[in-house]
């Protein structure tokens, strides 16, 4: 089983900065793609920043310029730096991974979620 944990989370002005962090733990014989995700309340899940294996990055319209994801591949982890925050970043945000392991004895590639980390931005 793969697991991601996230940490990073809380209550920040706005205008303020917080950093996200997650961890992958388990047998990974690869990491593909890391993302963060984030919902807010009444509003469907949507993707805010994704990192490839390779490095290439893209980020939501809405948070260019102000978010920056990076990952550790050594370490299996991933960062989301957020800066210039602003009410309408309130959400809950979702670590997202995609790898290889094993599951029912064989490797295959499986979506992993954390388990989420709110973030609550005041005017």
């Known amino acids: 089983q793969v697991q991601l944990a996230e940490s990073g989370g809380g209550l920040v002005q706005a205008g303020g900065s917080l950093r996200l962090s997650c961890a992958a733990s388990?047998?990974?014989?690869?990491?593909?793609?890391m993302a963060w995700y984030r919902q807010a309340p009444g509003k469907q899940r949507e993707l805010v920043a994704v990192v490839t294996s390779g490095g290439s990055r893209n980020y939501a319209d809405s948070v260019k310029g102000r978010f920056s994801i990076s990952r550790d591949n050594a370490k299996n982890t991933v960062l989301l730096q957020m800066n210039s925050l602003k009410p309408e970043d309130t959400a809950v945000y979702y670590c997202?991974?995609?790898?290889?392991?094993?599951?029912?004895?064989?490797?295959?590639?499986?979506?992993?979620w954390g388990q989420g980390t709110l973030v609550t931005v005041s005017s």
């Open positions: 997202n991974a995609h790898c290889s392991s094993i599951a029912a004895g064989k490797i295959s590639d499986l979506e992993v």
């Open positions: 388990g047998i990974i014989f690869s990491m593909h793609a």
